[in-house]
């Protein structure tokens, strides 16, 4: 654990006292979003102090050319830059013509900051005493409106406490704003044109290389207590910036306030040449409703989303705000609404990484997703991979696959590669076997089989055809390797015969078979498509199958499990519990050479496969390869102890599986791996909600139908939570000794609980 400072709430993210050692873990703690745009937790007000400036568009992105020492042949040329967006947030604040700057206070006292999850606000309050001696209480109130996509909204209000004072709100749009990220320090913005009007201010600008066109813009109102005051401003331009300046002359205890509405319209939703129109019409819209409304309809929205998402967790103060806050940067990230969008791995709340998917998307949230929201959010996920199997297989083919067969992205924006690490763009190839996973996922959850004929088979088609070829036959081992990959564990690199690379590659073979019968059976007209656009032949299949019935699987029968990979026991096995903790986190204090060398797993590997097909192996083995690898896993990706959380509760090990779950569901906000700083990890937050609804709910989907191994940790109370099942919301309540089912719907459904089956009816409460 490296912080401490965030105070433990049901429903809030509260900070109290002002540390500038704090500020940039506490501007990607407090980021918002609203799935169309997000910004980190920046001050609005001018702050000259260490800070990281982020204001994001969701799918705007910028190709930086990639950065190596060595070019290799196969590199991606550019790797997609998540881009810092003009800055509309801003207001400087002048008390009597010193500008308000809590780095160069006087004094800072009752500062408090509050994310209130509950209703999607992010607040801020203090006394500051600047360097004129003059005192002064701020309090700031701001939201991303779901309702309004394009739309945030600000309340900024000053009150002077020992003396009259001119105060100066000075809001401002700004498009000379750099990366946090970049390769080359690239301009990544042209701002084509600042222009003004009334209270309002435009700035129409596109990103270099993409041509994604904005226009970023500002209204605003001031209030003395509360009363409108009409204030001609002065007005400031140049090439990259506009600023209004409203100056009152404010008597001591008085209050001055301003609502200033901002965003952006960009022409990914609207005619390029039309955007300041947009942003007129959404002006228009906020500025009649006013921030009260807007409020009001920010609270109702978030209200609507929590009755489906919410886990409720009784006697754990600091679990119940982990899961919460989890689910709230989840849906803030992505809500399902437009198809054409991804979750990054940090959202709307840093740079690192880039792209807007990675194989998280498929591997951790689409349970979350499918089973707190409509199918239709989880099949719009499948469906952005299923647009980009052209690029994927140009993917391949520029590693030198033929015949259609398929490579998706580690990282992408348009279906393209753009990761520029060797280890990950050439060798993580296991993101194909999530994909195809996430489509029998979808299918065994949801019922829905109708995504495979319509699209998912020509998906499994080309990843198939990669496997195929991907795979090579040992004339000494007589069976199909795999050879040169890094697999989950990205502390290993360029090894041969991964395990659960080997593993999926198998099942992804089989089941694309499998779908291929029940296509040519049960949909022929779909078949006989597919078949043509493919041309694929029973010989092709036939060469698939051979490479997966005689793939080749590294086995210990000394230790009696499965082998990471085939040297995993030629290192020297010191486990986690004899490494000194001063040398941690490994991947900050080692050279990677070392790291290479050690036997220390990052994250789930083997026992990722174990927890995709559960259902494949004993519980038995599950406790082998359990007590084998845990004990060598750093848990240094933070998607590495949702699985040995949910897998720790199979094995009725409660202690290690809560453990196991307030380290993911507060990773972030403890900053266990020492980096909260650079942004959240968003992707890894839906595994937090399975280490409770799959872990602790035991939830699975057997034979069809919904089935529960429900445990509860000793340090709770209670538990609840909601899933959708093909159209019917069933809520879990849990507590210690029993279990409760209420089942929203018109129809009985029947579900599976420890074994024995239980038919719930409609609207009454079952215990079992």
Not at 537 to 555: D, G, H, L, T
Not at 708 to 724: A, C, L, M, R, T
Request: charged share 25%; glycine share 6%.
């Amino acid at each position: 654990m490296n912080l401490d400072y965030i105070i433990p709430n049901d429903w809030s993210i509260l900070e109290e006292g002002f540390d500038p050692e704090n500020i940039k873990a506490s501007e990607s703690l407090f980021s918002i979003g609203n799935g169309a745009m997000g910004q980190r937790a920046n001050f609005e007000e001018k702050y000259s102090g260490p800070t990281f400036q982020g204001s994001y568009i969701a799918g705007v992105y910028y190709p930086d050319k990639t950065r190596v020492g060595w070019w290799k042949n196969g590199y991606p040329e550019y790797f997609a830059k998540v881009l810092n967006a003009p800055n509309w947030i801003g207001i400087n604040v002048y008390i009597e013509d010193e500008v308000l700057d809590l780095h160069t206070c006087k004094k800072v006292e009752s500062f408090k900051r509050e994310l209130n999850m509950k209703e999607g606000w992010l607040s801020r309050s203090f006394i500051a005493t600047l360097q004129n001696d003059i005192k002064v209480e701020v309090n700031t109130k701001r939201f991303l409106s779901l309702d309004m996509d394009e739309l945030g909204a600000i309340n900024y209000s000053v009150k002077p406490l020992n003396s009259d004072a001119s105060i100066t709100f000075r809001p401002y749009l700004d498009s000379g704003i750099t990366n946090e990220d970049t390769n080359w320090d690239d301009k990544f913005w042209d701002t084509l044109n600042v222009s003004h009007e009334n209270n309002q201010a435009f700035i129409q600008a596109k990103t270099m290389k993409t041509d994604f066109y904005t226009c970023t813009f500002m209204e605003s109102q001031v209030f003395i207590d509360g009363k409108s005051v009409i204030i001609d401003p002065n007005i400031s331009a140049d090439a990259n910036s506009a600023s209004f300046s409203y100056n009152y002359k404010v008597k001591q205890n008085e209050t001055y306030t301003i609502h200033k509405f901002g965003g952006y319209t960009v022409d990914r939703n609207h005619d390029k040449y039309e955007l300041v129109t947009a942003a007129k019409k959404v002006l228009d819209k906020a500025t009649k409703a006013g921030f009260s409304t807007l409020l009001d309809n920010q609270k109702k929205a978030w209200a609507k989303i929590w009755d489906m998402a919410d886990i409720t967790i009784d006697g754990d103060v600091k679990a119940q705000q982990g899961i919460r806050f989890n689910i709230f940067h989840l849906n803030q990230t992505y809500l399902g609404t437009d198809a054409r969008l991804n979750i990054g791995p940090k959202g709307f709340t840093g740079e690192k990484y880039g792209g807007s998917t990675y194989w998280d998307t498929e591997a951790y949230c689409i349970p979350f997703y499918m089973a707190t929201k409509d199918q239709s959010v989880a099949r719009n996920l499948l469906t952005y991979r299923y647009k980009h199997l052209q690029k994927a297989i140009e993917n391949a083919e520029k590693l030198g696959f033929k015949n259609g067969a398929a490579l998706y992205p580690m990282v992408t924006m348009n279906g393209e590669e753009c990761h520029n690490e060797w280890e990950i763009t050439f060798e993580e190839i296991h993101r194909n076997g999530a994909i195809a996973f996430a489509i029998f996922n979808y299918h065994r959850y949801t019922g829905d089989y109708s995504y495979i004929p319509e699209m998912g088979l020509e998906v499994l088609i080309g990843i198939a055809r990669f496997w195929h070829q991907r795979a090579t036959f040992s004339k000494d081992k007589n069976k199909y390797v795999i050879l040169g990959v890094t697999g989950p564990n990205e502390y290993e690199n360029n090894i041969n015969n991964n395990w659960y690379t080997n593993y999926i590659a198998q099942w992804c073979i089989n089941y694309a078979v499998e779908n291929i019968e029940r296509v040519e059976s049960d949909f022929t007209t779909d078949f006989t498509r597919i078949m043509n656009k493919a041309k694929l032949s029973k010989a092709e299949i036939e060469q698939w199958q051979e490479v997966a019935e005689r793939m080749y699987f590294p086995y210990s029968e000394k230790h009696n499990v499965y082998l990471q990979q085939d040297g995993f026991l030629d290192k020297e096995l010191i486990t986690v519990a004899d490494l000194d903790q001063a040398q941690r986190p490994i991947n900050q204090k080692w050279s990677w050479d070392r790291i290479l060398r050690s036997p220390y797993i990052k994250q789930a590997d083997t026992l990722q496969g174990f927890y995709f097909f559960e259902d494949h192996f004993t519980t038995e083995e599950l406790e082998l390869h359990f007590d084998f690898y845990e004990p060598f896993t750093v848990h240094e990706s933070s998607l590495s102890p949702c699985v040995h959380s949910i897998q720790a509760a199979k094995l009725d090990r409660m202690d290690q599986a809560y453990t196991f779950y307030l380290r993911t569901s507060r990773l972030d906000l403890d900053d266990y791996n020492h980096e909260v700083h650079e942004g959240l990890h968003i992707t890894s937050m839906a595994g937090t909600w399975m280490s409770i609804v799959e872990g602790f709910g035991g939830m699975r989907v057997k034979n069809d139908m919904l089935t529960f191994e429900p445990k509860i940790p000793q340090q709770w109370d209670g538990y609840s939570f909601k899933v959708n099942f093909r159209h019917q919301i069933l809520k879990v309540i849990v507590n210690q000794g029993q279990t409760h089912f209420e089942l929203e719907g018109h129809k009985e459904l029947q579900i599976e609980v420890n074994g024995k089956s239980v038919m719930i009816a409609p609207n009454k409460l079952v215990t079992v």
